[in-house]
């Protein structure tokens, strides 16, 4: 995960590990988003600061069960207040 660009730092920042499970699975009629795993950066730690960026580099467990090819990662940033600053995703390619 990394930050950029001016302004002032998330307070609060998630970033999840998401299967997007399609209608039909385990009896579901409807298409869901099940969360298999979250971390959350601690950048107060010096080691995440990089010049004009924070950064932060760690592997997520997969969980048995979970496939691959339907995997995603969704980052959220929230201020002080709690109101939404950011928010992107990605697709995780086997």
């Given at each position: 995960m990394e930050l950029k660009g001016p302004g002032r730092e998330p307070r609060r920042t998630r970033l999840l590990l998401v299967e997007?499970?399609?209608?039909?699975?385990?009896?579901s009629p409807v298409e869901r988003n099940l969360?298999?795993?979250v971390f959350q950066p601690d950048w107060g730690n010096p080691m995440a600061?990089?010049?004009?960026?924070?950064?932060e580099m760690r592997s997520m467990q997969i969980h048995e069960g979970a496939r691959a090819d339907r995997l995603r990662l969704v980052a959220v940033a929230h201020d002080g207040r709690g109101r939404l600053r950011a928010i992107?995703?990605?697709?995780?390619?086997e």
């Open positions: 997007k499970l399609p209608a039909g699975t385990e009896g969360v298999r795993n600061r990089r010049s004009d960026r924070l950064a992107a995703q990605t697709e995780c390619r």
